[in-house]
């Protein structure tokens, strides 16, 4: 993607990272997660997780692509919020996804525009069971990524609609390695 980088190639059955515990997202009482997003045609038809973390179904934060390419976001046991069929992702190409969260309220962006935005549920301490990017909890063996993730960040704050247009930077990936490259206040 961005300044002669490569991506993490994801093969959908067992790759992905697994960073331990977030210990600042535990507590959070906002964050952004943003990153660029790659999914192949041939790879495309199952749920697919981004990020989660969490000790399971019960009790986990999640951000993943749904079975008709939507982009879907939870919060522990509360409602998913969800994309709709109008606001996929695009298949065969690089993609911008972020997703903002603050007060059980939760704003979906694709490629900068805001998709979605609602109530999902409340944060909870993750249980020291990692933060993984590419597959749902530990111990959940399905939902992997198949595709490419790159420029993975993480803010301890709910950026706003012009801190993600700057991050998107018309489509141009920003180079990670200089915080002030993404022209936010943040």
Same mark, same amino acid.
């Given at each position: 993607?961005?300044?002669?980088? %490569? $991506?993490?190639?994801? #093969? ?12 600042? @997202?535990?507590? $959070? ?51 998913? @919020? ?15 996804? %972020?997703?903002?969260?603050?007060? $059980? ?17 409340? @944060? ?28 993975? %960040?993480?803010?301890?704050?709910? @950026? #706003?609609? #012009? #801190? ?14 200089? $915080? ?7």
């Amino acid at each position: 993607m961005g300044g002669g980088k %490569a $991506a993490t190639s994801f #093969d959908k059955s067992d790759d992905h990272v697994t960073c331990g515990d977030v210990d600042n @997202l535990d507590s $959070a009482s906002a964050f952004t997660v943003s990153c660029w997003v790659f999914l192949s045609t041939a790879n495309s038809g199952s749920n697919q997780a981004i990020f989660s973390m969490g000790a399971g179904s019960s009790s986990t934060t999640r951000f993943w692509k749904g079975g008709s390419q939507e982009i879907r976001f939870q919060a522990n046991n509360g409602s998913s @919020l969800s994309t709709t069929s109008a606001h996929r992702i695009t298949l065969d190409a690089w993609n911008h996804v %972020a997703v903002t969260y603050a007060s $059980a309220t939760a704003k979906i962006y694709i490629n900068a525009s805001l998709k979605k935005t609602g109530t999902t549920g409340t @944060l909870g301490a993750s249980g020291g069971t990692g933060f993984n990017i590419g597959r749902l909890f530990a111990g959940y063996n399905t939902h992997y990524w198949g595709g490419l993730i790159d420029e993975f %960040a993480i803010w301890t704050a709910t @950026l #706003d609609d #012009d #801190d993600i247009t700057a991050i998107y930077n018309s489509g141009v990936p920003n180079d990670l390695s200089v $915080a002030s490259s993404y022209n936010t206040d943040r």
